[in-house]
């Protein structure tokens, strides 16, 4: 950490900055530029409390030299963390696309949502059974048995199951229905308390991003997870709150390169709510593979205009069978597979 | 709900569009204009599913006409509400500025920290026994036995207390705890779960603003609260993320007269956290007055250059007390008083 | 143009609404729901002052159904613009990857850059003699003198040049040396006075988004310089501005899909400006290229870190190179060339 | 400037970072820390071209330690500028009010436009006759001959007159009107032609804030008009872009006090532009003045549902007296005069 000295601070106010940065167990080092003081701090800044500095006097600002972030970071690890999932392997070679509806509405739906995502070549299901909706007065979703009806269509077919908690009380629920991924979603990435707990599990974390969260928030959030001990962790860039009204989100394809940089967890991409329409989904993930995503969340639905919500965004299984084909093509132009 | 149909839409596309209106109990009605052909829906346009009829090829654009909240709105009630706690109102002719430290600390720390909120002559007392930290390495506050020093403390001068609940799990806690309002922090402004359990109980609610919510998700938030059954909600803008780095937040002095006109329910604003910084306190303090908001929660600490968590936005005893003053006067500027 | 009128307009101030409709040419057409009062204007909406109805006692909302561009949209021409710089065509299967240095610096500079633009397969090349830059301190451009290094390098090699144009009193000086591409930059997409001017040329333009405009402003401009008369435009994404600091500015993908539906005219990519580092430079091109971009504008320079602006984003001639070679096979993935 | 090296830089990449630092003319100072190395640049690290050092690979990041703003800086002078205009102080005790309609229209309009604003006490007044309009198809202002309508009605009153320049092509008809200071727009603030000449100017600027410029940028576009000659700047916030749509822009109060510590140049607010209602006027005013600004810029019409532009903006004459009656109070709450 580097701490700027006011130009006007006094020797008291400087001697009274040094002693409180050796208080808090670091060591000041001052380099008095030409019209700059400048003082490092020798030791772990993490030690300090954010604004500790930044109170005194003397300071005009401080300026962290270290990451935050640990667990997550290549740093710590520079080689590409691979999570498997049922013998399905996220963050390799193999790029997975996880596609299903927004919500488990019916069995029947499901089990023609399954057969639509296996056939057109996924190997891993998503689907919702407790929606956080805007609004209390729409659906929120099917519930409980909803991830029966879920996990039995996907049983059916084969296919590992990715599904959002939204509740700490439910997490006894999600392990007994053997949810493969469990989603943190975009509402949830600071709900601190969530995070303790799906940290401490022995299940791999999908973390969406925030709607306006930095880069350095999300990894944090994930630091989080893997400081209580869940180490799977899969970043899902799902697009940004901008000023831009013309469509959803902003999808941040620039977020892809640099979290593969920043960390050596896997990062899959969101087209569908990014976008929020169906049409978009095609370019968008196109986009998202070119610029390096391990993997997409695609929405499905057998027949979207009747979805129960999100109608608008998920793809017709002949829709998802033709993407497969466009994005294999991508995959293969960049030396990965699908 | 207006439909705006796509100029090359076939009629075939046009009879699916109306049937389905239909079956989703609305009533349309056909609009054919030079340029355009527009669909008005006669009846509750809520009972649509989002994105319904999007999804469908006629259309162009869905414009909503009806507001979505109801229950926090102006048009479901058109008199300001007034919040009593423990006898003292919020939202009337009366300014309340509810000060207090970031967190919890001591119960020595708690003791001159309500003395100076007394002193000052502000009516309620905040602190955080629970903290949302942006790092899992940094204070997470003291936790249950905060409330505990928080309660002596602010009994000792007779202030009601405002603390944050994070965690669903420590309702019964607050509940035994007699917090006096409850808040719900940026960061959980879309936690839909707590906030249907705070809509389940009988204390006033503190709403933070999400950190980039529009005014709308805002109000739907409320609504959930509502909708559950507490009608005693209180807005509080809390500065809004922006392009900008020069400050942490922008505080977003617009959004008080607009949600004025929006809703009955009170306003206030927290110039500590929008700002991020002691030496903005007073000016954003004094135009979030000006423009009309019921309220401040203002951090104060006995001695800010200590305080374990955002030593550079707390006020100390005499800033708070100088502060109170100056409010005193733009108070009566506006034919209010404080 | 739909109206919706207040819940409580008086009769009186709903016939000054129809009237005021009337003394601008259009005809009212009145729908009474059940919570609201509608108005449908027939005509052209084009005809009322903006905010002209807003200010009138009657109005809740008022709603345009029609978009305000008409040369550059898709319903006025439906096919695919291509224009042709000296036989290259830009907008059609083929994609124009237009690369050179990010400023004009000195004769031998431009040489050497031309050479390794046209080494890489490159059939257009850019380069800027005229700056502009954040401060008053730094290089703003070599000048005048720059468009003659600019245009003898580019001859020697046989490439099309493309240069920025920020000053009206220029246009002259830029004709006089046959620029065969304008940019107008992303701190200039809302001169009018500029567009107005570049609109009465006959040479294509390059049209910057500014940092933060919409997509619909982004149009407007662009029809500023369709109004008067110049129909060859070629839009150009280079990031938005977000609250996100990790990388410069965020790449709007979102943008390239919708571009192309709203409007006829092509649109390219620039990646360099957008990260603002070269080594986010491949990955923002592939996303581009994959989500449809016809063409990218790269900044490339024979010794980057020698460059007199922009050091860490300009590719290596080696780069350039390697990134063509990588376009190409996703150009191909998706059935165009390069 | 202090440069933080990668961890794994060699020794060559490090020797090859110290020599090109020589060469831009700074002494490099190397700290040896725990985990990572840090290089202090001693000297004026405004020779170094942008992007020199991040382009090297030895460097992690580059942190500036001093602001790149000089002659606008309270640095530079320490004591509040107050600018007079024909006897007027802008930036002193007093307060000023600058209202007047949106554009110039007719000579009558002027005329009474003037008489209002006179009468509601006001000292200066505005109005363009050159107007930036998003399309080219709405009313672009009146042209030439609106300077006279302007001149002749203010002078009737003896009010200094304040509009907007676009082209440089202008100045010598705002030179031959004697506009008594000249404003530039939002869309115009990083304009640099325009800048570089109204700073050969000896006529005061209103300097706009760019919609979604940060305040160092603002700052330095202040920085180019005084680095050219002209001292006499006044910086007007008029609201900024947000992902909020419930208002156009949001005025940003904290801008104030931190523009005040930043410079010593005065600082005024536009409220009508930032929230883009006459009915929020009031509030933001209030806003505004209460937290430090200096002065305000509002339009105000004889008759708002007929002006040719922002109807829904403008104030009325007996509007505009209140708002005065209003700010006064204000005013006098916080020690100043109006």
């Excluded at 740093?75 to 392997?89: A, N, Q």
């Excluded at 400081?227 to 940004?240: C, K, L, Y």
């Amino acid at each position: 950490m580097i701490v700027i000295v006011k130009p006007q601070a006094t020797a008291e106010q400087m001697e009274h900055l040094l002693e409180r940065i050796r208080q808090f167990g670091l060591q000041p080092m001052v380099s008095t530029g030409s019209e700059r003081t400048v003082v490092g701090l020798l030791g772990d800044e993490r030690l300090l409390p954010e604004g500790a500095l930044e109170s005194l006097p003397a300071v005009e600002q401080v300026m962290p030299i270290l990451k935050p972030y640990k667990l997550v970071s290549r740093e710590f690890k520079s080689t590409d963390t691979v999570i498997e999932v049922r013998g399905i392997p996220i963050g390799g070679k193999q790029i997975q696309v996880i596609a299903g509806p927004c919500s488990v509405e019916t069995p029947e739906q499901m089990r023609s949502s399954a057969e639509a995502v296996k056939a057109a070549g996924c190997r891993l299901m998503r689907g919702g059974a407790f929606k956080p909706r805007t609004s209390p007065y729409t659906f929120q979703g099917v519930g409980d048995e909803g991830l029966d009806y879920f996990r039995s269509a996907a049983d059916a077919v084969g296919l590992p199951i990715v599904t959002e908690l939204m509740d700490v009380r439910k997490i006894d629920l999600f392990l007994e229905k053997g949810v493969d991924i469990i989603q943190i979603g975009t509402r949830n990435m600071q709900n601190f308390d969530l995070l303790k707990e799906v940290g401490r599990l022995d299940v791999p974390i999908i973390l969406k991003r925030g709607l306006s969260a930095t880069i350095k928030e999300w990894l944090m959030a994930a630091e989080y997870i893997a400081a209580h001990g869940n180490h799977r962790i899969i970043f899902a860039e799902r697009g940004i709150r901008t000023f831009e009204t013309a469509y959803r989100n902003v999808l941040d394809v620039t977020a892809i390169p640099v979290l593969k940089r920043e960390t050596h967890l896997p990062v899959i991409v969101d087209p569908s709510h990014a976008g929020g329409k169906a049409w978009l989904v095609p370019q968008l993930s196109k986009a998202a593979i070119a610029a390096g995503a391990d993997g997409l969340l695609v929405e499905s639905h057998p027949c979207p205009e009747e979805a129960w919500c999100d109608a608008d965004q998920a793809l017709s299984p002949q829709q998802l069978m033709t993407l497969m084909g466009d994005l294999r093509r991508i995959a293969e132009a960049i030396g990965r597979e699908l």
